[in-house]
């Protein structure tokens, strides 16, 4: 069967809004068990799921997110709605369980059986005092880590971003994705997520800095690959970086394990693009 990449969906929303637009998008990542995000997210240290997700919209300055919700297929969409029909920007905890019920969101099962296996081998590990083998960002080795999408509509820059944190993690622990300005951020300049280790995106304002980056001057990819670099020599960690500016000009590049990135102009799905890695550089 063929699969029709998200952002072609997306891209077909783009007339209605561009909030619209990346809701649709991460709505399809969250739905698969292939993605650690919604029914794909890994499992804290108590075998639950807890997640996180942000939009902001560049133009309209407006921010919204979610913060260790549970129970919920599509936290993007419940973040979408407190942006839309509220005043306040982050929501947490059973806090965020209940707006979600009280706007008609049904409780969902977000605990795959992938993970909740791979969840009960490393619950074993740590019981014989052995390190679990999984990935901690993934849980599973061949899984993609946190999702998210930037656009340009040609008037304005918006991106969103959703992810179940990583595997193991303390109850209530919230990473970068609900962090303006650390994990995710957009201006009338650009429009930037990451993923990676949250702490350090968070401690550090790497997609601010990614921002800041661009508005003086520099080309999104450049700019992603110094905020990279940034990052390793201030805190000594990895990660990905997406960003797109107000030309329509793309950055990606990382320097983790892998960073998968799918690039759609007009709707047309741009074959062969491929994010920089950094460790082939040095």
């Known amino acids: 069967m063929f699969w029709r990449p998200p952002c072609i969906q ?15 998008v991460l709505k ?3 739905d698969s068990p292939r993605f650690n995000c919604g029914y794909g997210s890994v499992l804290n240290l108590d075998g639950e799921v807890e997640m996180d997700a942000a939009i902001v ?6 921010f919204a997110a979610v913060a260790a919700i549970r129970a919920v297929a599509n936290p993007i969409a419940v973040a979408r709605r407190l942006m839309e029909e509220t005043g306040q920007v982050i929501l947490a905890g059973l ?10 969101f049904p409780e969902a099962n977000c605990v795959s059986e992938e993970q ?28 993609a880590d946190t999702v998210g999408c930037v656009v340009w509509d040609g008037q304005g820059l918006a991106a969103a971003s959703s992810t179940g944190g990583y595997s193991l993690k303390r109850p209530g622990r919230v990473g970068d994705t609900p962090a303006l300005g650390g994990g995710i951020y957009a201006s009338r300049v650009s ?6 280790v949250g702490e350090a ?3 550090t304002l790497t997609a601010k800095h990614v921002d800041d980056l661009v508005a003086a001057g520099a080309h999104p990819q450049e700019a992603a690959r110094k905020a990279l670099g940034r990052l390793a020599e201030m805190k000594g960690v990895q990660g990905g970086i997406l960003a797109l500016d107000a030309r329509g000009r793309i950055g990606a590049a990382f320097n983790a394990g ?3 990135v799918v690039v759609s102009i007009n709707g047309v799905l741009q074959r062969g693009f491929q994010p920089v890695n950094l460790n082939d550089l040095n």
């Open 10 to 24: 997306g891209t077909g929303l783009l007339d209605t809004g561009r909030v619209p637009a990346l809701e649709a």
């Open 28 to 30: 399809v990542l969250e």
């Open 57 to 62: 919209d560049g133009v309209a300055c407006r």
């Open 95 to 104: 806090g965020a369980v209940r707006f979600a019920r009280d706007r008609g």
């Open 116 to 143: 909740l296996e791979a969840w009960r081998k490393a619950k074993e590990s740590l019981a014989r005092g052995e390190e679990p083998e999984q990935n901690l960002f993934t849980g599973l080795e061949y899984h």
């Open 191 to 196: 429009a930037t997520v990451c993923t990676g």
């Open 201 to 203: 995106f968070i401690e």
């Open 258 to 260: 892998r960073f998968p």
